[in-house]
């Protein structure tokens, strides 16, 4: 069974930065779909970012040039960098694996994704 432990939540203000991280355990990361999303104060879910396993990335437009997901499969760990933070970014943050697939590009829905982290808050203040 593969569990996500998110980490690394926490309030900032406006314009500041957090890494979030994600560490698995009971499989290894490299051959999965991972992702980042985030569910917001009015209770929506949105997609944050997604990484293949070949590293390529997709981003919200909300989040692009703002925030960088990357993994570190030595570590087993995947990571969101999340810089110029905004309010409209405070939200639980969730890791998420699919391990069906090496590639995100055949869909980024949340549905899509098997294993979840418990979330890590982030509040950012004006």
């Known amino acids: 069974q593969v569990q996500l432990v998110e980490s690394g939540g926490g309030s900032v203000q406006a314009g500041g930065s957090l890494r979030l991280s994600c560490a698995a355990s009971g499989a290894t990361y490299n051959n999965y779909c991972l992702g980042w999303f985030r569910r917001t104060p009015g209770n929506e879910r949105e997609r944050v970012a997604t990484?293949?396993?070949?590293?390529?990335?997709a981003y919200a437009d909300s989040v692009k040039g703002r925030f960088t997901i990357s993994q570190d499969n030595a570590k087993n760990t995947l990571y969101l960098q999340m810089n110029s933070l905004k309010p409209e970014d405070t939200a639980m943050y969730y890791c998420?694996?699919?391990?069906?697939?090496?590639?995100?590009?055949?869909?980024?829905?949340?549905?899509?994704?098997?294993?979840w982290g418990q979330g890590t808050q982030v509040t950012v203040s004006s």
């Open positions: 998420a694996a699919d391990p069906r697939r090496s590639s995100c590009t055949g869909g980024t829905w949340w549905g899509l994704f098997v294993y």
């Open positions: 990484i293949d396993s070949d590293s390529s990335t």
